[in-house]
């Protein structure tokens, strides 16, 4: 080959590769925009993660930083969008800090029983008893709390309290829990933003001291709980009420862990699905009445009209349910759609999801971490960009492209569309179910493929006509109907729930791991063509965090009430009376286990990496890890301190343990090695330790979350706010 062609060829290769590099940009035309939504999101996240609060305020930044991007990304597409990108997570990190500086400080509650008073806000049925929130909560002669108080009535209170009423009560209560693990899901940042000051349990009946006029949507919301679960007995009756209301708290426990395990459960959560469902209804069916009237025929412009009402409807639904993050999104989406439609738009699109996701990061930019804002736009997201994708063929086999008669392609194209439903939505929200549940449901979309439609066609159109019925008492008959389609859904859940490892339990998906994953899925969706495979690799490198990230090796509740060793034939607890059920379950799903087996008194387990006497533990994870060392004392009898650990196993273990447990603050500390005691717990929440050949690493829940604004500052001794006690009943509760 002759030199002198060198320069010609390079540059033939060069306009090759602007021409490829013109033809891609060209084909995403359109889908830049969404990664402003997925970068505003980013910036809440970093804000919730940082370990203190920023230094600045970055919406002085964002703001004109955004209107530089509009001016440069109408003359250069990519560098105006790349600056986008920067405005839009400043902008999500600056309204996630405004949001946090808007909210109240946490309450510091009084340690004892209390006289409580305050305004029902609202009334939480349970499978045994009910559930008050309190607002202008006061604790005896005190001024008005500035955050609410959520109090368990007891079981026997003959009480029947309605929203508006102002009660008094006896009872006992505690500021949001810190972490059951570090890194586990945070009480304390969820109460923060959403209002919560704290919560308890009634130590005697609730007095209704004055009803008020109680207000319409919340008394609308107890009367059809109470209607309903009384129309449908045994569980259906709770879950047909969740359907309709959102209020989820009665129904049982048993009903519940089906649904969860059977990948079903988010049909209890009143989401877009619900929301979906209730405007298509009235959409379909005021535009079919529109049509059915000629007179009105020609003078009503149906499909508008319809969209409105139907769009109306959806709006009381939300409020009636609580105006819940994945109802808001869907009708954000619905309002956005009736505009487009209006407009001559096209109505599905990624643009308009995110919208609807960046309307509900500005107005509660703290739901970015919880499950419910995550699967449901995963969800949706997943169900749009597979719609998107598979339109042509869907297209090609409506109009004959395959072979068959007509009415068999209707019907293959029905199945094979609630089949590939419930595999996207699957999918989709399979990371962030392993993340927060630890838990994979196997047999979801066998599961949804007939609950969803039993669901759709059966059990919300009963229930829209029985909300309508109720106002003349006509109601028991669509109610049976829903309540048949419920007993449906359960019957489902049952049955997929007890399948050979319906719902295996694995080791939680760590937050970088999901991160990851989320990216290379939002890859996957927003872009077009084979651009978008290249998120593929990227959501498996997520999913395999989790093997690659260790489960720590020792974890100490935040109460110091739980030990738990993790070997590798399992978990091993210690004990004490009194601990948190629910802080145990939450230990071992951060171990990735459903069980664990109490420590012996004396004699080894696990093959020797636990060795017992009925002063110590010793214990090592593996051959050539470091050794822990859990120091025990005798329970202590009712109403009395436990005794310190004994001396003598405490010295034995300062020259050789590279961590030393007590679950009683230890005197003196050893010169070498980590230590946690309960000084340790009680400064700093949960604590977890990963031994190595170098020692042990030991973090804990403090470290992990940082100084914010909602975790409770380092407790000093003596530091107690007085706060009045409420006096002891002659009952003596």
């Known amino acids: 080959m002759s030199l002198a062609l060198l320069p010609a060829e390079r540059i033939g290769v060069s306009a090759r590769i602007r021409a490829g590099a013109s033809a891609v940009l060209a084909r995403q035309q359109g889908r830049f925009a969404p990664w402003l939504a997925v970068a505003l999101g980013a910036g809440v996240l970093h804000y919730l993660g940082l370990a203190g609060e920023p230094a600045w305020q970055p919406l002085w930044v964002a703001l004109p930083l955004a209107g530089l991007a509009f001016w440069l990304a109408r003359r250069w597409l990519l560098p105006g969008w790349a600056l986008g990108l920067l405005a839009a997570f400043l902008l999500g990190l600056g309204v996630a800090g405004w949001h946090a500086a808007r909210m109240p400080p946490p309450l510091v509650l009084p340690f004892g029983a209390v006289q409580l008073s305050g305004v029902v806000a609202e009334v939480q049925p ?51 829990g810190m972490p059951a693990v570090p890194g586990g899901w945070d009480f304390q940042r969820a109460a923060f933003f959403s209002g919560l000051g704290g919560s308890g349990f009634a ?14 949507l919340a008394g609308l919301r107890a009367w059809l709980d109470q209607r309903v679960a009384a129309a449908i007995p045994g569980a259906a009756g709770p879950v047909a009420a969740a359907l309709l209301t959102g209020t989820q708290s009665a129904i049982p426990e048993p009903a519940m862990q089906a649904m969860r395990d059977s990948g079903l459960a988010h049909l209890l959560s009143v989401s877009g699905l619900h929301m979906a469902i209730v405007i298509g209804l009235v959409f379909g069916l005021l535009r079919g009445a529109i049509a059915l009237v000629p007179w009105l025929a020609l003078r009503v412009p149906a499909k508008p009209v319809a969209a409105l009402v ?85 297209a090609a086999f409506r109009a004959g492209g395959v072979s068959g008669p007509r009415a068999w392609r209707r019907v293959a194209l029905v199945v094979l569309g609630l089949v590939a439903t419930s595999a996207l939505a699957g999918a989709a929200t399979a990371p962030f179910g392993l993340h927060h549940f630890g838990r994979l449901q196997v047999y979801g979309i066998a599961a949804n493929a007939v609950a969803v439609p039993l669901t759709s066609l059966l059990v919300m159109p009963a229930g829209l006509a029985a909300m309508l019925a109720l106002p003349f008492g006509l109601e028991a008959w669509p109610l049976a109907v829903m309540g048949w389609g419920t007993e449906g859904i359960l019957w489902v859940a049952r049955a997929v729930a007890a399948w050979p490892d319906a719902a295996p339990v694995m ?55 739980i030990v738990a060793l993790r070997t590798a034939e399992g978990v091993f607890l210690h004990r004490l009376p009194g601990a948190s059920n629910f802080t145990r379950d939450s230990m071992l799903r951060a171990l990735g286990v459903t069980a664990a087996s109490p420590l012996p008194e004396t004699g080894e387990v696990a093959g020797g990496a636990i060795a017992c006497t009925p002063a110590a533990c010793r214990f090592r994870p593996h051959p050539g890890a470091g050794e822990a060392v859990l120091l025990r004392s005798p329970p202590p009898a009712r109403g009395r301190r436990a ?25 003196p500390r050893c010169g070498q090695g980590e230590t946690i005691d309960r000084f340790a717990m009680w400064r700093d929440g949960a604590q977890a330790a990963w031994l190595g050949q170098a020692g042990a690493l030991v973090v804990s829940d403090r470290a992990w979350r940082g100084d914010r604004p909602w975790v409770p500052p380092v407790p000093l001794p003596g530091r107690v706010e007085a706060l009045p006690l409420a006096p002891v009943d002659p009952g003596g509760h």
Request: proline fraction near 10%.
């Open 310 to 394: 139907a769009l109306a409807a959806g709006a009381f639904y939300m409020l009636l349910t609580g105006s819940q993050v994945p109802m808001q999104r869907c009708l954000g989406m619905a309002a956005l759609m009736t505009v487009a439609m209006l407009a001559g738009r096209r109505v599905l699109s990624v643009r308009v999801l995110a919208v609807a996701a960046a309307a509900v990061l500005l107005v509660a930019p703290a739901e970015v971490v919880g499950p419910s804002f995550q699967m449901s736009f995963a969800a949706v997201l997943a169900l749009v960009a597979g719609h998107e994708a598979l339109r042509g063929p869907i």
């Open 643 to 667: 005794d310190p650990p004994d001396p003598a196993a405490l010295a034995a273990a300062c020259g050789r343990a590279a961590l030393i447990l007590a679950l009683e603050p230890i005197r």
């Open 203 to 216: 130590l005697g009946p609730v007095v209704v001291e004055r009803g008020a006029e109680e207000p319409l």
């Open 507 to 561: 080791v939680p998906l760590p937050g970088w791991g999901l991160g990851l994953a989320s990216f290379g899925f939002c890859w996957l969706c927003l872009w077009r063509g084979w651009l978008r495979l290249l998120g593929v690799p990227v959501v498996v490198a997520g999913l395999a965090a989790g093997q690659v990230t260790p489960a720590p090796d020792v974890l100490v509740s935040p109460d110091a009430r």
């Open 126 to 176: 349970l499978p045994e008893g009910r559930r008050l929130v309190l607002e202008q909560a006061r604790i005896g002669e005190g001024a008005a709390l500035p955050r609410t108080i959520r109090v368990r009535l007891r079981a026997d209170d003959p009480a029947r309290p309605l929203p508006g009423d102002v009660v008094s009560l006896r009872a006992l209560i505690r500021q949001p």
